[in-house]
């Protein structure tokens, strides 16, 4: 999954489970180019999130 990320926008998920010491936590994996999700998309992104809501 991080060779996928490389380079790319999206924020990659998996192996989403039922934490096994919280009841109501999940634990899971991410990858992402942090050169090409910086602080800027990241901010548009949620801006446009917002404007959805």
Known sequence: MPLDAAG???VYVGR???DLTN???LTFWTAADQICKGAALNAVQIAEYL???
Do not use: A, E, L, W
Request: charged share 35%; no cysteine.
């Open 16 to 18: 989403i489970r039922k």
């Open 8 to 10: 790319q926008d999206p």
């Open 23 to 25: 009841p109501n936590g």
């Open 51 to 53: 404007m959805k809501q």
